[in-house]
């Protein structure tokens, strides 16, 4: 679970830096809050959530872990494409939006139930060998 965020986090990276590349390119900036969005909820956080599930192997073996992969990666981009829409004007983009940021935000709060549940259960299980893999 951990390597596949961390792989994934990479793909939001390009496609931030892609973003932010074409923008400075053409001089127009309306899309600055995709841009910003795709770095943070998807390299940055997307890679954080791969650190922690690497470091603590047992938390991402869950059913919450797996559950918030999937709310996360179904609604970040849908989140992205309504907030394009957002941007250009688009009636349907507002509701499409806030269908994927809903998915998003279930995600993290399934993260947080999920760590502060596994790591005070789990915390004896956590070894030298987990920390240097």
Known sequence: MGKTFIKIATVY????VLVGMTMG???DFRFTSLHAHVNLLGWVSTALFGVIYS???FAANTKLAK?????????LPIMMIGLAGEVLGIS????????GSLAVVIGTLLFAINTFKTLSTNSNQITKTNINA
């Open 55 to 57: 470091i603590y192997p």
């Open 67 to 75: 559950t918030h992969f999937w709310l996360h990666n179904i609604g």
């Open 92 to 99: 349907a983009g507002l509701p499409v939006m806030i269908v």
């Open 25 to 27: 390119m053409i001089h």
């Open 13 to 16: 990276f390009s496609i931030g």
